[in-house]
């Protein structure tokens, strides 16, 4: 299981990014609202998706080429 965190806002009124806990491009927790945790970030989107219309997932911390996030959860 992993953390996910949504950001308030891009710098350039973008949407919503999803990103893992910890990741390195992350903004500071005050610009981030909690998500909960998620299997992987597929999931964290989904339901960053029935909150916000404009979602993304951050490409540091969220593969797209697979289904499941960087960080081993087990
Ligand atoms: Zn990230």
């Known amino acids: ?7 308030n806002f891009l710098p350039n009124d973008e949407g919503h990014e999803v990103h893992v806990q910890g990741c390195a491009k992350m903004p500071s927790m005050d610009s981030l609202t909690y998500l909960g945790p998620f299997n992987n970030y597929k999931e964290a989107l989904r ?4 909150k916000f219309d404009e979602v993304s997932v951050c490409p ?7 289904n499941t996030v960087l960080f081993s959860d087990d």
Not at 1 to 7: D, S
Not at 47 to 50: F, G, Q
Not at 60 to 66: A, R
Request: neutral net charge; hydrophobic residues 35%.
């Open 1 to 7: 299981m992993v953390f996910f965190y949504l950001t």
């Open 47 to 50: 339901s960053a998706e029935r």
């Open 60 to 66: 540091h911390c969220c593969s797209t080429q697979n």
